[in-house]
Structures are given as C-alpha cells and as structure tokens.
C-alpha cells in the first residue's frame, strides 16, 4: 500500500523514481571508470609513476579515477603512443561523461524543491474555474476522459491522488497530477481550490470522500461538489458533509441494466 504524501509532488511527464535514477547514473559511472581501469591494466607497460616507478593495481586504480575526474596531476603519466591516445580520446569523453552525470544529479537533488515550486505557481496561475479529481480510480479515469472527450479543456483538470503511481498515469494523460492526500488543506490549497469551479470526489472510500468534501466546502463555500458513494445509507452524511450532488454508481449501473431489460428493443446501449 502505498502511502499517501503530506507534501504534493505534481507529476506532468512520465519520470522514473528517484532512486532508481540514482542507481542507473551511479552505474553508469562505475561502469565507466571499470572500463578505463581494465584499459589502463592492459596496457600499464605504457604508464610510467614518477615517484618511484613502481606501478602497482593502487597506482593504477588511483590513476583511473583522477584522470577520469580531473586532468590529473602529473605524478603518474601515460608514455606509449597507445595510453597517450587513450587518454587524449577515451579518458576526455569519459570525464565529460561523469561529469555532466555528476553535475545533472547535483542539479536535481538541489534545485528538486525549487522547481517543485515554480512548476506549482505555473500550474496555479493558468488554473481558472477548473475541475478537481479527487481519486483517480475507475470512476475518476472515466469521469476525465469523458470531461475531455466532450470539449473540457484538459489544462482545467487537476487529479489529486495519493498514490505516485496512479497519478503517474494522470499525468501520462497529460492532465496535471498531484500526488497527495485529498483530504488535507495543503494539497487541496496547492490544486488551487479557492478558484476551482467543481470538486468531484471520486475515491472508492467513502469516509474519505466524507472528509474531502467538508476540507473542500470549508475552504471554497461556492464550489460545486459532486460526490461518489458506495452504501446508499451514507448519502444523507455525504450531502451534510458539503456535497451538492452524490452519485452512486453501482446504483445507476443497476437502473440502467434494468431499464434495458425492460425496454429490449431500446437497442444496443453501451454507457
């Protein structure tokens, strides 16, 4: 179960986890500085210690890393046409290589809750009489789909989810995605309530969408709320709670299967 986030992370593009970044660029470096240790192993007649001229696996392994990282310092130096070459080349680019890896990851460790903040702000500011999807599970999928495939603006549609997988795939919709929980203030503050036109609340839970609906009401006592129920005895607690309408789809599914059966030659209806 993957548990829900006090502090919204918005997703817009498909990204991998961080770790796993982390590792894929921390192998990528190992890999680079193995394949130049190994070259320089095979060929250690041609690399010369001026200390003492005695090359040994510390040497090299020593030599490896600070040529890849920095130009190095001249105690130990390539002297066959082969190592020199090796280094002018192969070395150059794998230095450029660790480096920008080096450099990209710092930027994004660093400046991750920066652009987090600036990417809120511009989400806020194109945000104007918008539709805020609170679960974005079999009926919240559907809901924006069909927002969408009627003429809804899908710059207007905020999904807020507290899971990072499912709002991963809102996102790959490309509709913004918040990965939070629905029922706190912060995350409903940083889908822009105060401005947004409907709520629908659309979780498979409806405790939950109790909460939603009276963090949501409390905060924006003009929007409209549409709310999703499972138990036909919470739909007075959910109207009490701040709710404008309560759908109920298992009921609407079960009056629709019984209308066709009562009215067979209606044709074929798919909803």
């Known amino acids: 179960?993957?548990?829900?986030?006090?502090?919204?992370?918005?997703?817009?593009?498909?990204?991998?986890?961080?770790?796993?970044?982390?590792?894929?660029?921390?192998?990528?470096?190992?890999?680079?500085?193995?394949?130049?240790?190994?070259?320089?192993?095979?060929?250690?007649?041609?690399?010369?210690?001026?200390?003492?001229?005695?090359?040994?696996?510390?040497?090299?392994?020593?030599?490896?890393?600070?040529?890849?990282?920095?130009?190095?310092?001249?105690?130990?130096?390539?002297?066959?046409?082969?190592?020199?070459?090796?280094?002018?080349?192969?070395?150059?680019?794998?230095?450029?290589?660790?480096?920008?890896?080096?450099?990209?990851?710092?930027?994004?460790?660093?400046?991750?809750?920066?652009?987090?903040?600036?990417?809120?702000?511009?989400?806020?500011?194109?945000l104007k009489n918008h539709v805020i999807v609170c679960g974005y599970g079999e009926l919240g999928r559907a809901v924006t789909e069909e927002l969408i495939e009627k003429g809804f603006d899908k710059q207007q549609v905020v999904i807020v989810d507290s899971n990072a997988e499912i709002a991963q795939e809102a996102a790959d919709a490309d509709v913004a995605a918040l990965c939070s929980d629905a029922t706190r203030e912060t995350s409903l503050e940083h889908a822009d309530i105060v401005n947004a036109r409907y709520l629908i609340a659309s979780t498979g839970r409806d405790d939950t969408n109790v909460l939603i609906c009276l963090t949501a009401r409390s905060m924006n006592p003009g929007l409209t709320i549409i709310c999703r129920v499972s138990e036909n005895e919470n739909v007075k607690l959910m109207k009490s709670s701040g709710a404008n309408s309560v759908i109920s789809p298992t009921k609407m599914a079960g009056g629709e299967i019984a209308r066709i059966v009562h009215a067979p030659d209606a044709g074929d209806t798919t909803t």
Not at 3 to 31: C, D, E, M, Y
Not at 54 to 60: A, E
């Open 1 to 126: 179960m993957t548990q829900a986030r006090k502090h919204p992370i918005l997703f817009t593009k498909r990204q991998k986890s961080l770790g796993k970044i982390l590792l894929v660029r921390l192998l990528i470096v190992i890999g680079v500085l193995a394949a130049v240790f190994l070259t320089f192993l095979a060929h250690a007649d041609g690399i010369r210690d001026t200390t003492d001229e005695h090359l040994s696996i510390s040497d090299l392994l020593y030599f490896t890393v600070i040529t890849v990282t920095t130009v190095g310092y001249g105690d130990i130096v390539p002297v066959s046409t082969f190592a020199r070459l090796f280094d002018t080349f192969a070395v150059t680019i794998a230095r450029f290589t660790v480096w920008i890896i080096v450099l990209r990851t710092t930027y994004e460790l660093v400046l991750q809750k920066y652009l987090e903040a600036y990417r809120m702000k511009t989400l806020k500011e194109r």
